[in-house]
């Protein structure tokens, strides 16, 4: 009986112990760099011959690079991901006293500076999130930036709806989950904003799709039981934004 008992427990903290190992605690950040009047072609050339290879040189993963499809403020989106924070302190420090970095911005920045303004925020991937890497698909796939602002207290819920509905029901009408993530700044929404992309076929392809996963009996049923439980809205009045973009030619993710 001890045997048993003593095989059951180190079976159960293997399980426990694979379940960790698979859980994705990567420090990640987006960043969005506003290019300079007229620089948007110049900046991605930066990043296609230079700057995304000496980030792998350090220690990032590139994820992906992308611009919006409608892009009046010559926007640049990309996704990276280090094994914590402190290692992302560390390669962004060693990565700007590259010489080779050095040189090629210099050089870029000759006729001027290539971004006007540059955001960056620090993200968590949630416990449903599928599995984030880089990836290729062809044709080359649109992608939603999603951002969604949770009413007060509700977070929790939001996910959890997410995590027992709303994937499934994305996957179901063609909609592909690429990555989930919640900030872990207050500054950029921690504890009250949900962040994630979606790949489609196409522009045209996406409204479809939303379209039928809107009128989907089991995603009203979701909704409402959702809500019922919370006393209303999950989300905030115009909580919901959502741009569609492109990814860049040497992007990682296409």
């Known amino acids: 009986m001890k045997n048993i008992l003593t095989i ?67 926007k640049l989106v990309y996704l990276l991901a280090y094994p914590s924070r402190e290692a992302r302190e560390a390669s962004w420090k060693a990565f700007m006293a590259d010489s080779a970095w050095q040189a090629a911005y210099k050089a870029s920045e000759v006729n001027g500076k290539l971004v006007a303004k540059a955001e960056s925020f620090f993200l968590a991937a949630t416990d449903f999130s599928p599995e984030v890497k880089a990836a290729v698909a062809s044709p080359a796939r649109v992608f939603e930036l999603r951002t969604y602002t949770a009413s007060p207290g509700n977070l929790d819920n939001l996910l959890a709806r997410f995590r027992d509905h709303t994937l499934k029901l994305f996957e179901k009408h063609g909609i592909a989950n690429f990555g989930y993530w919640t900030p872990t700044e207050k500054k950029a929404g921690a504890g009250e904003k949900l962040i994630y992309l979606l790949a489609h076929k196409s522009k045209d392809a996406a409204v479809a799709a939303f379209t039928a996963f809107r009128a989907d009996p089991a995603w009203v049923a979701a909704r409402k039981a959702s809500e019922d439980k919370a006393g209303g809205p999950l989300t905030v009045q115009d909580g919901v934004k959502s741009e569609f973009l492109a990814p860049t030619d040497y992007s990682p993710t296409k």
Request: glycine share 4%; proline share 3%; charged share 25%.
């Open 8 to 74: 059951a427990a180190a079976t159960l903290l293997s399980v426990l112990a694979a379940t960790a190992a698979e859980k994705d605690t990567r420090c990640y950040e987006m960043r969005i760099y506003y290019a300079a009047p007229g620089k948007l072609d110049a900046l991605n050339a930066r990043f296609r011959d230079h700057t995304c290879k000496l980030f792998e040189k350090h220690g990032m993963a590139n994820i992906g690079y992308w611009m919006p499809v409608e892009n009046a403020d010559n």
